[in-house]
């Protein structure tokens, strides 16, 4: 395989990209990262988890404020300045972008900005972004590579709503910029773009409606867990209508108005905002994958667990394939699809490893939080695998009643004859730092004895876990 310009090029610098590409330099490869963004960091860094969580912060102390009087604090509540919160967090944000752009311009691999689209196997044409520089060297018309990584992430995809565009409404990215606070909004979606900004929104006082299609919100969790979120949510206002059907968007005398059908009754909600967080959609416009007759499945580059794609040397990673769009996930598949692109390249008949998903995590930062790591019920029914469950509530829990945060419980899963832990989901306070504790028993492979037996500090939050842990050992 002589005469190629690299060993192995990486479309997207965004976490999975940077990962990848990393892991190739030191392995030895010729590697290259190109980026077709306007700007360098990838979605997480500059429209996802970074700015999003910023927000949350300001969320979560003006409803400190707003509800001060219940720990016998007086407060008084005065707005959100939006300006304030929205230059706090671009200078975060670029922060997190700069230290990026320093990684991916650090000369152990070659960084090039520029649209890819893939005119052979073997081969991308490059096309110049707007107003932004190519990078070290003049950009190539085109590139060749033994081996490739799409790694181009996800882009927002709005609903066919009739109306929706003309009375326009806020996105994802728009809503992440926006230094408005509207008295009240209308959230489409029950997924976690929703769901945080739905939590966002009631913490500074808006007054937030959600309306999800299917029947429950994160439908992906057991409906025990997904059900308890709702309430939690409901507890703090915010209204939730699931199992509906959208009709239209008209504009109304009290703001913009939503139609929608709900066990075969037609409803409107009004409010002064839409804010449309129905789901995104893999990046692949445009890179010419049809091409090369890459597969794809639901709309993604469809990928094994070898992160191969239909055709064996080019490899994919994170949102762009899925099947669950966090980055943690993107890094452990990017890194995966490297390591397999050096044993593929040496062609000493080395088996390519797998991306293992038994300590999959997922977790929305909303109020009250969720988390959940392993296997759900449903998941290990359909799998075959015989469990036993058990859960512990926080408003039995010493420390979650002196905080006042207690909504929602805990819940392990264990394999009915080795009681190894399999699964376990929060619903409350903290749920995404609680997570972890299992997620470490879990990759030692403990069993609910094993995390029984560990002492843990009184009063503390984590605690929680020995309970559903010592009805299971």
Not at 294 to 304: D, L, R
Request: hydrophobic share 45%; net charge negative.
């Amino acid at each position: 395989m002589e005469g190629f310009d690299y060993d192995f090029a990486v479309l997207g610098g965004g976490s999975a990209g940077y990962a990848a590409a990393s892991l190739a330099a030191r392995a030895g490869l010729r590697t290259v990262v190109v980026d077709g963004g306007p700007e360098v960091g990838g979605l997480c860094i500059l429209r996802g988890c970074m700015p999003s969580k910023t927000l949350l912060a300001t969320s979560a102390r003006a409803e400190a404020v707003r509800f001060a009087d219940k720990f016998g604090v007086r407060a008084s509540f005065e707005g959100v300045d939006g300006a304030l919160m929205q230059e706090r967090k671009r200078a975060l944000v670029s922060e997190f972008a700069g230290y990026r752009r320093g990684q991916l311009e650090s000369g152990r691999f070659a960084f090039l900005r520029g649209r890819a689209r893939f005119v052979g196997p073997h081969a991308i044409a490059l096309e110049e972004v707007a107003g932004v520089a190519a990078g070290a060297s003049s950009l190539p018309k085109t590139l060749t590579a033994k081996a490739f990584l799409i790694a181009t992430g996800s882009r927002i995809q709005m609903p066919p709503v009739p109306g929706l565009e003309e009375c326009g409404s806020l996105d994802s990215d728009r809503f992440l910029e926006s230094e408005h606070i509207p008295a009240s909004v209308i959230i489409l979606g029950g997924g976690a773009i929703a769901l945080e900004a739905a939590t966002f929104y009631a913490g500074v006082g808006s007054r937030v409606t959600v309306l999800q299609r299917s029947g429950r919100i994160l439908k992906e969790a057991d409906p025990e867990v997904s059900d308890a979120l709702a309430d939690g949510l409901r507890s703090h206002g915010i209204r939730v209508e699931t199992g509906t059907h959208l009709r239209s968007v008209s504009l109304g005398e009290g703001g913009k108005v939503v139609t929608f059908t709900q066990g075969g009754i037609e409803k409107c909600v009004v409010a002064e905002e839409i804010l449309c967080a129905t789901g995104r959609g893999a990046a692949t416009e445009g890179l010419g994958i049809e091409v090369c007759g890459i597969a794809t499945s639901g709309g993604k580059i469809a990928a094994a667990r070898t992160q191969q794609t239909s055709l064996p040397h080019v490899f994919a990673a994170g949102d762009v394939c899925g099947p669950l769009e966090v980055v943690h996930i993107a890094i452990q598949q990017a890194e995966t699809a490297a390591r397999n692109v050096v044993r593929l390249l040496a062609a000493a008949g080395e088996p390519l490893e797998e991306t293992d998903y038994r300590l999959k995590l997922f977790a929305v930062f909303s109020e009250p939080g969720i988390a959940m790591v392993g296997l759900t019920e449903a998941e290990a029914g359909a799998a075959g695998i015989p469990f036993l469950g058990a859960t512990y509530p926080f408003n039995d829990h010493g420390k979650s009643m002196v905080e006042g945060c207690m909504h929602g419980f805990v819940k392990l899963l264990v394999h009915a004859e080795t009681r190894e832990i399999i699964g376990a989901s929060v619903v409350g306070p903290h749920a995404a730092e609680l997570i972890h504790e299992v997620v470490v028993a879990m990759h030692f492979r403990a069993t609910a004895a094993d995390l029984a037996r560990i002492p843990h500090y009184h009063p503390t939050l984590s605690e929680i876990w020995t309970y559903p842990a010592e009805e299971l050992a």
